[in-house]
């Protein structure tokens, strides 16, 4: 198993351009999971799913969008991309069958907005 | 809202020393979680708890939840495991709240 996939691994944006970060899981997790980790902060919840076509904001959900059209994707999207995007990005999945479970992680994308 | 808080931000260790890394967190949680973050970055589970102690290798993870304190242990230290430590906690949502990590340096 691969576990969690994410691409690209970097990107560099212009302000105001548009992108989409590519999740993919391939353990049949229900929950998956977008964070964001900025330089000596906690990582930051941005969206979650708990299955396909069902998506929840969190803690930091402005300028970002997501979908959930199946069990394996989640992918997040960038709209007019600021500074303050800036970042590196997590994607994260777990089985969901209890209130406490293992969050498996992705490698990260590490995103620059200039 | 969760608050999760670690201790210390940044631990410098000789190889074969015994290291501690504190977490506190200020309500009711499910469980509490460690993980690693290498310095490539990649983000691993070490341990998930929701009461007593758990031990793997020489990792130790103890949870306290009365006082709502838990501390990682690290048994004969070694430069590999150099990398930040993150605490987290899980309430009713799923959703976990970090800590902002624990930077540690083991030097040869």
């Known amino acids: 198993n691969a576990g969690v996939t994410q691409t690209p691994k970097f990107r560099i944006l212009k302000i105001g351009q548009s992108m989409t970060l590519q999740c993919t899981q391939d353990?049949?997790?229900?929950?998956m999971y977008w964070y964001r980790q900025d330089p000596g902060m906690g990582l930051k919840l941005i969206y979650y799913?708990?299955?396909?076509?069902?998506?929840d904001k969190g803690e930091v959900p402005n300028g970002y969008n997501v979908s959930r059209s199946t069990t394996e994707d989640f992918p997040l999207r960038l709209e007019l991309a600021a500074p303050s995007q800036t970042s590196v990005y997590f994607c994260?999945?777990?089985?969901?069958?209890?209130?406490?479970?293992?969050?498996?992680f992705g490698p990260g994308t590490r995103l620059t907005v200039l | 809202k969760n608050e999760v808080e670690q201790s210390p931000q940044n631990l410098t260790a000789q190889e074969g020393e015994f290291i501690t890394i504190n977490c506190s967190y200020s309500?009711?949680?499910?469980?509490l979680h460690w993980l690693q973050q290498h310095p490539g970055g990649g983000i691993v589970s070490l341990f998930m708890l929701s009461s007593g102690k758990k031990k793997h290798g020489r990792l130790i993870a103890t949870i306290n939840i009365q006082e709502k304190h838990s501390s990682l242990h690290i048994t004969a230290s070694h430069p590999r495991d150099s990398a930040v430590y993150i605490c987290a906690v899980s309430g009713s949502a799923r959703q976990l709240t970090f800590g902002s990590g624990t930077q540690l340096t083991v030097l040869p």
């Open positions: 799913s708990v299955g396909a076509g069902i998506t």
């Open positions: 309500v009711g949680i499910s469980a």
């Open positions: 353990m049949n997790h229900n929950y």
């Open positions: 994260a999945s777990s089985r969901g069958g209890s209130l406490a479970d293992t969050q498996y």
